[in-house]
């Protein structure tokens, strides 16, 4: 699975939905609405760490150049060789987030039965205003601030079909999101943004809306569910069947202008 993983997924099905993306060697220097910049790469081509050095150098000249890139992420996975890739990005001003475990595994073992609490119903969502209830809900879950690019990146992927978004209420509130999305010309599709109000965690919801996104996945044709997972949804996922198949440390760099 990590094999699949790394073969199909760091390719440009990482960088679908960019505005534009410049490669630079093995990397790919993708360029996002609202001004956020990502790198990444299937493998760095064997560098030593002189190399290492010259990439993130470029990596960062790159994006120094557009004055509208106001945050880098740099995506590390733990199992990449990378000699001092974590030393040369923290020199450059990136700044490491916590890490987070990469997650595959059959759809099928995902889309399950799971019943919900009394009052408690999932649907999809595609309106602008329901998008921005639940992106309200993830945030404030994530402690995230609102990004309206990051809303209308989500509209963008729904429209064109390459995303769908879950939602679990009760009494009309919002309590649980979370969004599909499939990667182009692959096995595989991404579950992302899992969010669940803390009073009404532990209650299944998270494993229901799950098992809807997953049963979507089936229906178009996919084979694989991918996720970065927080130690919240790491335990839910392994207990449906998903593995560990390895972690990404995102680093990132605001702009110093």
């Known amino acids: 699975m990590l094999k699949a993983y790394d073969e199909q997924l760091r390719t440009d099905a990482e960088t679908s939905g960019a505005v534009s993306v410049t490669r630079h060697g093995p990397l790919r220097l993708a360029t996002f609405g609202g001004g956020r910049g990502f790198i990444s790469y299937q493998d760095l081509d064997g560098a ?15 994006f120094d150049a557009d004055a509208a890139v106001e945050e880098v992420e740099w995506k590390t996975r733990g199992h990449d060789h990378a000699p001092g890739l974590h030393e040369t990005l923290l020199r450059h001003g990136f700044e490491p987030e916590d890490p987070e475990s990469i997650m595959v595994g059959e759809a099928r073992l995902l889309a399950i039965d799971v019943p919900l609490p009394e009052g408690v119903g999932l649907r999809t969502i595609t309106s602008e205003e329901d998008i921005r209830a639940a992106s309200a809900m ?33 009494a009309g509130e919002i309590v649980s999101a979370g969004r599909i999305d499939m990667a182009p010309d692959t096995d595989f599709a991404g579950i992302w943004g899992g969010a669940t109000l803390e009073k009404w965690r532990g209650r299944g919801i998270y494993r229901a809306l799950t098992a809807a996104r997953a049963r979507t996945a089936i229906a178009r044709g996919k084979r694989y569910i991918h996720s970065d997972s927080t130690e919240f949804s790491r335990p839910i996922l392994e207990r449906s069947g998903l593995a560990k198949v390895g972690t990404t440390t995102p680093y990132v760099r605001r702009s110093p202008r």
């Open 48 to 62: 030593d760490a002189a190399g290492v050095e010259e990439l993130v150098a470029a990596a960062v000249a790159h």
């Open 138 to 170: 993830q945030d404030g879950v994530f402690g995230s601030p609102v990004l309206e690019a990051r809303v209308e990146t989500l509209l963008r992927g729904l429209a064109a079909g390459e995303s769908e978004m879950w939602v679990a209420e009760a």
